[in-house]
T-cell receptor, first 116, second 113 residues
Framework: DADVTQTPRNRITKTGKRIMLECSQT?????MYWYRQDPGLGLRLIYY???????NKGEISDGYSVSRQAQAKFSLSLESAIPNQTALYFC???????????????FGPGTRLTVL | AQTVTQSQPEMSVQEAETVTLSCTYD???????LFWYKQPPSRQMILVIR??????QNATENRFSVNFQKAAKSFSLKISDSQLGDAAMYFC??????????FGKGTRLHILP
């Protein structure tokens, strides 16, 4: 079974719709992240959470919100989707600092979102 | 702010040959960590190799090795004996104490049979 799962894997929606992307992990990690990948731009950090009560904005948080429902669950919401939010979205996890530096971040399989 | 630059959007290499992917970064910090991630067509992000800035010895993982030049802020990835399965997008990444990772824009590597 995958350690980091994302649902849905693919989603097509219309402008103005509310969308939620979900991420679950079985690694027992305390830190979780949401990234967005666009062609030619690499991965950019949207939000990150160091524990259930600690949520932080990343580089490109406008138009997004997150919820850390439990240590293992971190969801990303687009309240009113727009076409330029069409992208590949990744969830990632890491353990406390030293483990993370040895092992990096663990990524989910990605969600491809298309906003028409 | 830290930045990561990959100046080669695409590269090609003959199967069994060696290829080097370039990465430079900018930071004022002295303690940080560098990574190379591989993203094959499956979209999965896979950690290939990591390097701690305080270590002078270059990291190696089987056919993958890095050339870490701290003073020059350079962190290149060398792939030896290239295989068809190495074809992927490769991302260089920087991580500081703040635990956020900054990614380069990627280099797409093609393996020619």
């Amino acid at each position: 079974d995958a350690d980091v799962t994302q649902t849905p894997r693919n989603r097509i929606t219309k402008t103005g719709k509310r969308i939620m992307l979900e991420c679950s992990q079985t690694k027992g990690h305390d830190r979780m992240y949401w990234y967005r990948q666009d062609p030619g731009l690499g991965l950019r950090l949207i939000y990150y959470s160091f524990d259930v009560k600690d949520i932080n904005k990343g580089e490109i948080s406008d138009g997004y919100s997150v919820s850390r429902q439990a240590q293992a669950k971190f969801s990303l919401s687009l309240e009113s989707a727009i076409p330029n939010q069409t992208a590949l979205y990744f969830c990632a996890t890491s353990d406390h600092f030293r483990d993370a530096t040895r092992k990096g971040q663990f990524f989910g399989p990605g969600t491809r979102l298309t906003v028409l | 702010a830290q930045t990561v630059t990959q100046s080669q959007p695409e590269m090609s290499v003959q199967e069994a040959e060696t290829v080097t992917l370039s990465c430079t970064y900018d930071t004022s910090e002295s303690d940080y960590y560098l990574f190379w991630y591989k993203q094959p067509p499956s979209r999965q992000m896979i950690l290939v190799i990591r390097q701690e800035a305080y270590k002078q010895q270059n990291a190696t993982e089987n056919r993958f090795s890095v050339n870490f030049q701290k003073a020059a802020k350079s962190f290149s990835l060398k792939i030896s004996d290239s295989q068809l399965g190495d074809a992927a997008m490769y991302f260089c990444a920087y991580r500081s104490d703040g635990d956020k990772i900054i990614f380069g824009k990627g280099t797409r590597l093609h393996i020619l049979p």
